[in-house]
């Protein structure tokens, strides 16, 4: 595009951007915030059985899960709840919450798991420990999601507070600390997934994004009341004792799909996501808990598509920058308050009515040929 020559052009080349840059944001808020609600309502039975003893839920989980017979722990370990570990993860999320906000809500959507106590397993389970009920499974879980093996769940336990400080980096622009978790954390981690990311790493377009910041900010506020609003017994029930390494990796795939622009990190998350729906016995109407995580991986394919409508955002923004265009960002915010504000609005984010919540829209994706 040539640089505009009269002011007139200037004016109205920078009403299109910022209009287009407008019909964005509300794409993506959109997308995510169904995505989130219908989440959130089909996690009901594994909110009450975790409100009801959240270690013995998590026990529960992994005991008639989606394990593989194969699975020779089920016969090893008498508990696979480690309490001081997800301790540790439930106090990292209350610290980054707001000061005094321990009060649980009974919305779904406003729901968070470390708002109750993890309780402790009984003396006697009650639990026989037998193979979980998907018998012939392809896929075990145990060592993650992308078949990361031991070695690799460990180097995740490792680094478990980078991986939790990675969004706080990303909400406050922090470039050098971003950097620096790409160029010795991630490889630390997992080499081959470093050189990936370094690789789809584009400084430029997210030095853009993290002036704009307002959609990066929103992403990642859903992106965190997401991992508050499952429970731990959802990824045991998916990878038994491998429930906190899904948990990890996830939390380390997510946010590098947001920072890395070339296919490949989202390539394996909706790998992951394909693999979880094709489980799934009856997708037409499954029962409960699978359709919780049908949902669950429903919202992780739209995780992805928002994080390249982010991508999309970017390029905008570099165009106006390119310009010279005075584009209006919008004023800059804490990801903390961000996410109080999303609990707090109860319009649709559609319509803009206060009647209904749009629990029915679901954005789709139209591939043109």
Sequence with gaps: MRKPVSP????????????EAKEQRESIVLRLHSAFLHLTEALQPFREQWQGSGAAAYQAAAECGWNPPPAKWLHAKRSVFDAGL??????????????????QST???????????????PAITGFKLLPGGLPGAPHDF??????????FAA???????????LPAMIAIGDGQGIDDFLERVLPAIRPKLAREASASYNRQLIGELLAEHDSMLTWLAYMEMVFEAVPPALYAHIAGSGG?????????????????????IDHAIHAFAESLQCFVEDDEDPAPLDAAVQEFARLLIDFARAAKEVHELEELLAEARTEELKFPFLPHSELRTRKTAIRQDKSCRC???LEHRGHGVRMGTVAYE
């Design 107 to 121: 919305e779904a959507d406003e729901w968070v798991w470390w708002k109750e106590r993890l309780g402790a397993l």
């Design 142 to 151: 145990t060592h993650g999601a992308f078949g990361g093996g031991a070695t």
């Design 86 to 103: 997800w301790s540790g993860v439930s106090d990292t999320m209350r610290q980054a919450a707001l000061p005094g906000d321990e009060t």
């Design 8 to 19: 007139i052009a200037i004016e109205l080349l920078t009403k299109e951007l910022a209009y």
């Design 155 to 165: 180097r995740l336990q490792e680094h478990r507070a980078a991986i939790f400080g």
């Design 351 to 353: 319509c803009g009515s």
């Design 244 to 264: 906190v390494t899904l948990m990890l990796e996830l939390r380390l795939m997510l946010p590098l799909a947001l920072l890395c622009a070339r296919p490949a």
